[in-house]
């Protein structure tokens, strides 16, 4: 047996043992075909994988495994390497099999013992990788043809787009136009209701006040309060369209929160001591916020109005906070009322919406909160309700900015 021993730099004398016998087994399991060949094309050796996907090599030369030829190919790559040239060059190509195998070929020459060439020819099966490869140009043209089909739908599209363009401005200006003849309307509307309204809300209480038959002073006054009632209900929808108004500009500025609410208290002071209600006025001295004063304090006005409004005769409390979070200035007016419940919670702020309590009630048009809540999102601010249950109370929250979150 003859043995290599290849030193390990450890120790002197002492290394690894390689038995050359074992060399077929080892060529055996490597996945790719080896064959070594003669220049006469006879196969000294095939490995195991040779012979799994050309056949068995005995008696037979290389023409008659990989062609089915029975005379050498007219020119073959791998003896081409064993040419004159200095030193032999080794080669490579690609080989198509009847199997329908396709595989890279290497070819290294080399010489014998005996001083004969001889040619180690290595195959690597590449068919799954030229499938994909073909899977690859076929997806490649299916792609080209579906970006020629996109770019024709593009331009098509470009043209669609430009006439919708068109129809949206169109219609945008119809819209508009609807819409300022709309406030137009409401306008005039409002000035035509006013005008027979002022001399009555002005004379009737007059003509009242003169009058001595108990009868038709108790008429009288129900028509004054009738009265009272529809110009209130005008100046409330007048309110209502002009912040609904597209047109409408704000004239911002900073203001002190807690001084504007002092305001509204004040104003406020008959009918807070008719009711006998406490204010508990929490909101911190220096902040601010950024908004349209005659609007902002419609906004107070209403939501501090609808808190009275729902406090029983026998008294109750408001009070009002606010604070910073986040950036963002939220308000809270929590009262003592009445309470609501889901439902109400709902729709609180919907146009003409009047909860259960006060459905009846003819000094409640159901716009006040309506009002704020579209002041309070034009300000760009949000919005809502709470409330643990009927006779519990109510909050009402809203967002305002502050001048940071403007600049």
């Not at 690597?124 to 043809?145: M, N, P, S």
């Not at 068109?166 to 509307?189: H, P």
């Not at 919406?353 to 003819?362: I, P």
């Amino acid at each position: 047996m003859v043995v290599f021993k290849i030193a390990d730099g450890k120790e002197a004398g002492h290394g690894y043992v390689i038995d050359v016998n074992l060399l077929p087994s080892l060529l055996d399991a490597l996945p790719m075909a080896i064959s070594l060949q003669r220049p006469d094309y006879s196969i000294v050796f095939a490995n195991r994988t040779f012979g799994e996907h050309f056949g068995d090599t005995a008696g037979k030369h290389c023409y008659e495994l990989i062609h089915g030829l029975h005379a050498p190919c007219p020119s073959c790559p791998a003896f081409s390497a064993t040419g004159p040239q200095t030193p032999p060059i080794p080669q490579q190509w690609e080989r198509h099999h009847s199997n329908g195998g396709i595989y890279e070929v290497y070819a290294y020459p080399f010489t014998d013992i005996d001083g004969s060439p001889l040619v180690l020819e290595v195959a690597i099966g590449i068919t799954a990788l030229k499938k994909a490869e073909w899977g690859l140009r076929v997806y490649d043209r299916d792609l080209e043809a579906k970006n020629r089909e996109l770019e024709v739908l593009r331009k098509q599209m470009a043209v669609v787009t430009l006439d919708l363009d068109d129809m949206v401005l169109k219609r945008t200006a119809e819209v508009e136009k609807l819409l300022r003849q709309k406030d137009e309307f409401i306008t005039q509307l409002g000035h035509d209701l006013k005008t027979p309204l002022t001399p009555l809300v002005a004379l009737l209480p007059r003509i009242m006040k003169d009058e001595s038959d108990p009868k038709l002073k108790e008429l009288l006054g129900i028509t004054v309060d009738r009265v009272n009632h529809m110009k209130e209900l005008v100046t409330k929808t007048l309110k209502l369209a002009r912040i609904n108004s597209l047109y409408i500009e704000l004239d911002l500025m900073d203001m002190n929160v807690r001084e504007e609410v002092e305001t509204i208290l004040g104003n406020s002071e008959f009918a807070l001591k008719k009711k006998n209600i406490t204010v508990d006025n929490r909101i911190p001295a220096d902040l601010i916020f950024r908004g349209d004063r005659m609007f902002v304090n419609e906004i107070f006005d209403n939501i501090l109005s609808n808190a009275i409004k729902h406090i029983p005769e026998c008294g109750g409390g408001i009070t009002i906070d606010a604070g910073l979070e986040w950036g963002t200035l939220t308000v809270t007016v929590q009262d003592t009322g009445s309470g609501m419940t889901d439902e109400q919670l709902g729709q609180i702020f919907d146009e003409f919406y009047k909860g259960n309590s006060s459905r009846h009630d003819l000094a409640s048009f159901g716009l006040g909160l309506t009002i704020v809540r579209r002041i309070v999102e034009r300000h760009g601010g949000k919005i809502w309700a709470s409330s643990p249950g009927l006779g519990k109370g109510s909050t009402i929250h809203f967002t305002l900015k502050t001048p940071r979150e403007i600049g």
